[in-house]
């Protein structure tokens, strides 16, 4: 599953192929025109309460991911719509709204997504 990340400022180019919007709530100042999305996956950000608490602040960043893991691994119906969607589009950006790209749910997003990429499942001989 190859896929890039970027934030919603960056210039949009030719290499985003599918791009794919993972936050919550829509990018203050960005238009539908000029994000140009395949697709909105509101469903697998962080949850409201989660994103507050997380504020974006690097002192609570260990326990942001952990907590962010734990809601993925309970929301398999959003988890499989946007690998389903990642399946479709090989060649595919998700995009953020974050100042800071190190620390927000879309490095923990694609570290997930990464550990749990579908595998091809093997044919077992008889």
């Given amino acids: 599953m190859a896929f890039k990340v ?3 400022t960056e210039p949009l180019t030719r290499a985003d192929g599918a791009r ?11 238009s539908k025109a000029k994000l140009q999305l395949t697709a909105w996956v509101r469903d697998i950000a962080p949850s409201t309460e989660l994103r507050k608490w997380f504020g974006h602040d690097p002192a609570k960043w260990e326990e942001f991911r952990k907590r962010y893991r734990a809601e993925l691994d309970a929301n398999p119906e959003a988890v499989a719509e946007l690998q389903q969607l990642l399946k479709e589009h090989p060649n595919a950006t998700l995009l953020f709204a974050a100042h800071d790209a190190r620390h927000c749910n879309a490095t923990v997003l694609a570290e997930y997504l990464r550990e749990h990429a579908p595998r091809a499942r093997r044919a077992v001989a008889a």
């Fill in 20 to 30: 794919i919007l993972i936050d919550r709530l829509w990018p203050r100042g960005q």
């Fill in 6 to 8: 970027k934030r919603v």
